[in-house]
Structure formats: C-alpha cells, structure tokens
C-alpha cells in the first residue's frame, strides 16, 4: 500500500487530523499549514506537527517545499487527505491553485487521478463553500465532511471523531473498527 499524504490545514477540527495521523502513522506524510499550525495548538493543548510527527512517525513535510515528495506525480502516493480541510484550501483547490505543497498535492492527487477527500469544516456554509464542494465532489474528490452520526449514540467526544474518521479510512480502503457498523437491525 503507498502513502497518504494527509494535510491538516486551518479549519477548526485539527482533532480530526490528529486522530488520523494516529491511526496511518508511519504510512503519512504530514503536511500542515500555517494556519493549520495555529489551530492544532489551540485546539489540541499546544500541540506542534513537530510533536504529532513524533508521536505518531508520520513523516512530517515542510509546506513551503513544493518540491517535496508529497506532491510529486510519481511517487507512490495513494491519496491525498485535507482533513480539516478551510475554506480558503478548499478555494484554492476549485480554481487549481497549488501554491503550497498542501494545495499542490491536493491539485496533484487531482491530476494523476489519485483519491482526494476532503474534509470541511465551516458553519454556516456561504455559496461559494458549497460551489467549491460541488465542483470538487463533480471533478472527483471525496468530500466528508465533519459532522458526526449520532445514530451509534455516542458517549465520549472520542466516539465523536472516531465516527468522522472512520469514514475517512473507509474511502482509503483501510480496515478499522473505530465505529459499530449499522446492521439494520438497530430500529424494531
Ligand atoms: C481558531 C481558528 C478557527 C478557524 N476555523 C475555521 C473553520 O472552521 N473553517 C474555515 O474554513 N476556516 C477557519 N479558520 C480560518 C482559516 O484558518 C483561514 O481562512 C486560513 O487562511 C486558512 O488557511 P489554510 O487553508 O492555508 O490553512 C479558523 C481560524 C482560526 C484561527
């Protein structure tokens, strides 16, 4: 199986990102954002990619080096994940702009055909928003976005954000259990 480049970029919902990169580990080349930097210490207690890297051994890329691995057509890159995925990346991406290495290997994943999923996060969302998740869901991309089940009843704000990325590893073809899976027999 080839790597994921798994990008956290500045939407609100880094946990996500971190769960993710928990769970892929070595098998992600991480790629966070200025903005994504921001919100992961915010919202995850001072955490760095620095320190996600270490923990996790996903390999961490600079998103300034275009150049670098995560957005080359020839690498053996299995998808591309922007979770969460911002606004503005989500922008940038519907009018094919990749001016940083999280955007150009999004853009990239697009070109060589590669599986995109893109996670979104905004409330409420403004036309463009949705246009942007439309064209990209119409040019292929998978968008998931952050809003969890409540049908397994959750208990914990970990069942919360295991329902979200167990839909993700889904899409990525990866075996997991991190949610109970409807068998239909749920509702007499
Ligand atoms: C605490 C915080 C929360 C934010 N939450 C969101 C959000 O949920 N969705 C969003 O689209 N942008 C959000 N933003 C704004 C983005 O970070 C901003 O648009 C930034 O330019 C995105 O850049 P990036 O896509 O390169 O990461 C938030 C910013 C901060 C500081």
Known sequence: MGEVVLVISGAS???YG???AQILGKDARL??????????AHECNGLTPEMLSEQTGALLENNDNVGAKSASGSATIDAVVVCPCSGSTLGKLAAGIGDN???????VAMKER???ILV???AP???VHLENMAKLSGWGAIVIPASPGFYN???TMDDLIDFVVARILDHLNRDNDLTKRWTGDEIP
């Open 13 to 15: 919902g880094a946990i």
């Open 18 to 20: 971190v769960r993710l």
């Open 31 to 40: 790629v966070v954002t200025d903005s994504g930097r921001i919100t992961l």
């Open 101 to 107: 290495l999280a955007t150009r290997s999004a853009i």
């Open 114 to 116: 590669r599986k995109l």
């Open 120 to 122: 979104p996060r905004e």
């Open 125 to 127: 969302y403004a036309t």
């Open 153 to 155: 009843l959750p208990k």
